[in-house]
């Protein structure tokens, strides 16, 4: 690890710890979002914050989801409002949405402007919500294998000398004027990485800006970091190098790695009264008040390490306590399992007999497919998939009905061209049995054959009353019953002949296979089609069905009630014994921490003792012997920091802090 850390950051790693522990624990504990939500509403961090004139402050706590790589996947902000004067309402201004209040019943109303007023009733206020924006720090992390880049995906179980780095970006600035010129101050982040690595996976671990510890299972990474820093205090990289980064080497046989934690914070540089050193005399006075008060805590440690062998050997009872209820949990879960798997047999054989096609029900599915059949059975679904099955048998006939129409319609095409063959043949008949009867009256009248009449007509030797004589004389005949039964006789023997029926079927032929045809064909066939459903719908047998489906979803809204009632239980049995193997997981753990309490404390000592010694000697170097310059941006850095209260907005009136927890996903 770099000097600079084991100097100055030793101090600031322990103010860190102290300051946020409890959000660390809290986050770290719950690998899953829905998890990580659930905490967010338990676990509230035991943070101070100084009370603005209207007795309100905010305590913010950001939790980032992250993939492996360190990109964003979701951002949830846990917010306290701290109601010091036991105020009846508090305003709030915030960003967020689906806002939640995850620690009472206290409601609130939309005032304008992302405006919340709360009906506090004198209490604390806490809630949580999600929000989508830019983070003042970015993290990213990146992997090499050998030397060589990799992704994170393509690094889960290989082997080899694996390098992981994280880099932090501080885009969160104000620009100040220092000595007369325009200079951007960043809000001095503290950040901390913790990563857990498996000594089964990894070995000759080394960390850069970093701390190693090892409980003979595992090596705990700690990492810490002030990107922004260096760039604030306008040191030479090359005379004192402040860490914007941690990175981890180590040498890998199957690659997989747990989440990792990362927490950044400005508290630190808040706690800062560096108005108070107004010369490198006091500062050193200050610090070695510091040591002293450290070297009486020290003092303490043998009776702390007793205390702490004390809390070992109870840890050690309450494992083995849990371990033995822990050892009963495969037992209840089978027996709730089979109980489960009986009430859901029962279940199938019931949707069997209904005559119900469906997947067979499991402990993962019923609820699904039990909702889709309730869905189906409302009287209008029901109705529409009747129609469906009607519609879909009348459709399996179509080809018989369209032949069926299709005769109806060649007869009725028949029947025309027959009508229209007779009327031409009727009509060359009748003028035939006119000319015989013309002859005949002309003959009778005039003693003349109709060829000399009609040319004697035509010459004009005809007169007019002459004319109209004869014509009356052969309608006269016509008309009389004789000829109209020769007409008839003549009509029907022609109609028969072979001939007269071989023009028949042509035309009729000719007739069908027409567009106009072809078209009635298809739209009688589509008529007779819906007719044929129409009926089958409105007949007793589907009336009947549709109302027993009525009846039907009714059993099965029932059966879902009681498999939903047994399942309350079944997770909540399952609910309970997870939570008796994390406590035994958790007992072990514990057990394990109390080993290295006491080593903490005496290495907290030895480190301030550096920093004391070595740090302020660093400092005074690094800057070329210009304090005065140093403190003013230390007072220009510590001066951004109080600035910067809140992520997801706050009133203007109000104070705060907010402090950011990274989680990034497991690789593996």
């Not at 980064?245 to 690659?255: C, L, Q």
């Not at 029962?346 to 067979?360: D, I």
């Amino acid at each position: 690890m770099r000097k600079f850390s084991t100097k100055i950051i030793v101090f600031c790693l322990c103010t860190l710890l102290a300051v946020s522990g409890i959000a660390m624990t809290a986050f770290a504990q719950n690998p899953d979002e829905n998890e990580a939500e659930n905490q967010e509403k338990q676990e509230i961090p035991e943070t101070a914050s100084v009370a603005d004139d209207a007795g309100v402050s905010k305590d913010e706590t950001v939790y980032v989801l992250a993939r492996a790589d360190g990109s964003v996947q979701k951002i949830i902000v846990s917010d306290w409002l701290k109601n010091s004067l036991d105020n009846a309402a508090v305003s709030d201004r915030s960003e967020l949405t689906d806002v939640e209040n995850v620690k009472g019943d206290e409601s609130y109303t939309m005032n304008g402007d992302d405006m919340r007023v709360w009906d506090a009733q004198g209490n604390d206020i806490y809630y949580q919500g999600n929000i989508e924006k830019e983070l003042p720090v970015d993290l990213n992390v990146t992997y090499k294998l050998d030397g060589k880049p990799i992704s994170a995906d393509d690094l889960a179980g290989k082997s080899g000398r694996v390098t992981i780095r994280f880099d932090y970006q501080n885009k969160q600035y104000e620009t100040i004027e220092i000595d007369g010129k325009q200079e951007k101050i960043y809000v001095p982040f503290a950040v901390l990485t913790g990563v857990l690595l498996d000594d089964d996976v990894f070995t000759n671990v080394d960390v850069t800006n970093g701390k190693l510890i090892n409980d003979g299972s595992r090596t705990v990474v700690i990492g810490i970091a002030f990107p922004g820093l260096q760039e604030n205090l306008a040191i030479s990289k090359d005379k004192l190098e402040i860490p914007d980064y941690v990175e981890i080497t180590a040498d890998a046989n199957n690659f997989q790695l747990d989440m990792t934690v990362t927490l950044a914070t400005n508290e630190v540089f808040n706690e800062l009264d560096v108005d108070s050193f107004e010369s490198v005399s006091e500062l050193r006075t200050s610090m070695e008040e510091l040591t002293d008060a450290m070297a009486q805590l020290t003092g303490g440690v043998e009776s702390l390490k007793n205390g702490a062998d004390s809390l070992d050997a109870g840890a050690a009872e309450l494992s083995e306590g849990l371990n033995t209820l822990a050892s009963n949990n495969d037992t209840l879960n089978a027996g709730a399992k089979q109980i489960f798997d009986t009430l859901l047999s029962t279940a199938n054989t019931q949707l069997a007999a209904a005559g119900l096609n469906v997947p067979t029900l499991t402990v993962e599915n019923y609820a699904q497919v039990l909702n889709s059949i309730i869905a189906s059975m409302d009287e209008n679904a029901i109705y529409q998939q009747a129609q469906s099955q009607v519609t879909a048998a009348v459709e399996a006939q179509r080809g018989l009905i369209e032949q069926q129409v299709t005769v109806a319609v060649q007869e009725e095409v028949t029947a025309q061209v027959i009508a229209a063959v007779r009327e031409e043949v009727a009509a060359q008949v009748t003028q035939n049995v006119r000319n015989t009867v013309a002859g005949q009256v002309i003959q009778l009248s005039l003693n003349m054959d109709k060829a000399s009449y009609d040319a004697a007509v035509s010459a004009g030797q005809i007169n007019q009353k002459t004319q109209e004589q004869i014509e009356t004389a052969i309608e006269q005949q016509m008309q009389s019953e004789q000829v109209l039964v020769q007409i008839q006789a003549a009509t029907d023997t022609q109609m028969a002949t072979q001939s007269i029926q071989d023009t028949i079927a042509a035309k009729t032929s000719e007739q069908m296979q027409s567009d106009a045809i072809k078209q009635t064909i298809t739209e009688q066939t589509e008529l007779q089609i819906q007719k044929i459903v129409s009926e089958q719908m409105a007949s007793n047998e589907v009336q009947a069905q549709l109302a027993a489906a009525g009846e039907g979803a009714k059993s099965i809204i029932a059966l879902k009630s009681s498999l939903d009632s047994y399942n309350v239980f079944y997770l909540g049995l399952q609910s309970y014994t997870a939570g008796v193997a994390d406590a035994a997981a958790g007992a072990e753990t514990l057990k394990a921490g109390t080993a290295q309490f006491s080593a903490g404390a005496s290495e907290l000592y030895d480190g301030l003792n550096e920093f004391y010694e070595e740090g302020i000697q660093k400092l005074e170097n690094a800057a070329d012997g210009d304090l005065d310059g140093l403190m003013t941006r230390f007072r220009a850095t510590r001066d951004v920091s109080l600035h910067y209260k809140d992520f997801a907005g706050a009133s203007e009136d109000m104070d705060g802090q907010v402090r950011f927890i990274y989680r990034t996903d497991a690789v593996e």
